[in-house]
């Protein structure tokens, strides 16, 4: 008679950016011993903190978080999926070696993907070459997808960089176009990946450094302005890519759980004091519900 071997536990939280996937990470890592582990490929860089959206040092509430902001851009031009596997596969040891659940959370499939599969090759994309990929699971593991409708999301994103612009987008984006780092990331690797470079690189090769808009031309407002519609329009997209690699996954077997998060996200949006109401009612308490049963299994 074989015995089979107990696999680590593994929460692995996905959904498209700005769905709320690492505010309920937190949420999930304050009621139950754990520690997150970041799975998107710009975040695990150090800098442009706001451009990348990462969470903040406050908004973590002393949850340890790995992979978050740790990685030197000049050392790891490009980090692949077999070295996040290698690197993550390790953390999760380890957590669990503490009695601590890990939570995976990120908005790069491709990272989350090469992290879980039982059986993995870096040579092949299975969101291109499904017929190559293998989708046994090497944990056992508890995938949470956090829903928006894309309607509602891309209204929220279109929200979140001018609130990001305004937390000062603009001079981290001047700074770095302005570093070293710039020339040394072309044609476009690692950190210099995150939406918002490219998009400004027009606009910094004609202005450098300068980020008053307001006090500029009339070309260098409508070069702004261009600028911003094309990380707003290209965050989008990247939002409806993630969605569709995650609903891949759910075809492939994957028991994927769907939390709405559309009508918090609305709330939000409208300025309503309900929206965490609303959030903890139809994301949070089905997250937390389901993660108890998980752990009990």
Not at 29 to 52: C, H, M, R, W
Request: aromatic fraction near 10%; charged fraction near 25%.
């Amino acid at each position: 008679m074989q015995l089979s071997i107990a696999r680590d536990k593994v929460v692995v939280i996905l959904g498209p950016t700005a769905s709320g996937k690492s505010r309920l990470s937190v949420e999930i890592a304050s009621i139950f011993p754990s520690e997150i582990i970041n799975s998107d490929k710009i975040q695990v860089y150090k800098g442009l903190d706001i451009t990348s959206n990462k969470i903040s040092l406050e908004e973590q509430l002393g949850v340890p978080h790995h992979l978050l902001g740790n990685i030197d851009s000049s050392s790891h031009d490009e980090i692949s999926t077999a070295q996040y596997r290698s690197w993550a596969s390790l953390l999760i040891s380890e957590i669990n070696n503490r009695g601590n659940l890990p939570i995976v959370v990120g908005g790069s499939n491709s990272f989350v993907y090469s992290l879980v599969a039982k059986q993995f090759n870096p040579n092949v994309d299975i969101f291109f070459e499904s017929s190559q990929g293998c989708f046994e699971l090497r944990y056992d593991c508890c995938f949470l997808w956090v829903y928006v409708s894309p309607h509602i999301l891309n209204k929220y994103i279109d929200k979140r960089v001018n609130d990001m612009l305004e937390k000062g987008m603009l001079n981290e984006l001047a700074e770095f176009h302005l570093s070293e780092k710039m020339g040394k990331h072309q044609p476009y690797k690692g950190l210099a990946k995150a939406i918002g470079v490219q998009e400004f690189e027009e606009y910094f090769k004609r202005y450098a450094s300068e980020t008053n808009v307001l006090e500029g031309d009339k070309v260098q407002r409508r070069m702004y302005e261009e600028a911003v519609k094309a990380i707003k329009e290209n965050t989008c997209e990247l939002a409806r890519r993630q969605a569709k690699k995650i609903n891949f996954l759910k075809t492939k077997g994957w028991n994927i759980t769907i939390l709405d998060g559309t009508y918090s996200i609305q709330a939000l949006m409208d300025g309503s004091k309900s929206w965490f109401d609303i959030w903890e009612t139809q994301v949070l308490k089905p997250s937390v519900k389901i993660v108890k049963s998980f752990l009990k299994a």
